[in-house]
């Protein structure tokens, strides 16, 4: 069974930090991930169903990039950390083993 990616991601960051401050980043996104592995009661294989990858990019540049594998959990949670060098707009792309993929933003201001 496929999941279409049209669940909304969670994120958990601060709208406002200081220049130079290490902020934490939680990002999370509901997704069974099968991993084609398991089979039902009745012995019927289940389908795989897994995300490839996690990209975050701050200002256009690259900060974290994930290959997911068979071991990932479901609803992967990930806890990060970026320093914070001015305004910065943060995007966050999860995309799926078929290609489809959901995205995210965040702003981050400086006092």
């Known amino acids: 069974m ?8 969670r994120l958990k960051l601060p709208s406002v930090a200081t ?6 980043i939680r990002t999370l996104l509901e997704h ?13 294989p289940i389908a795989r169903d897994f995300l490839a990858s996690f990209i975050a990019e701050a200002n256009g540049a690259p900060v974290l990039n994930v290959d997911f594998r ?5 609803n992967p949670y990930l806890i990060f950390h ?3 060098s001015g305004p910065t707009d943060f995007r966050f792309v999860w995309t799926h083993e078929d290609g489809r993929s959901v995205d995210d933003v965040a702003h981050v201001d400086v006092k």
């Open 82 to 84: 970026a320093r914070i």
């Open 32 to 44: 069974p991930m099968e991993t084609g592995l398991r089979k039902t009661p009745n012995g019927q």
């Open 19 to 24: 220049v130079g401050e290490v902020v934490e």
């Open 70 to 74: 068979n071991a990932t959990s479901a």
């Open 2 to 9: 496929t999941v279409p990616l049209t669940g909304r991601p």
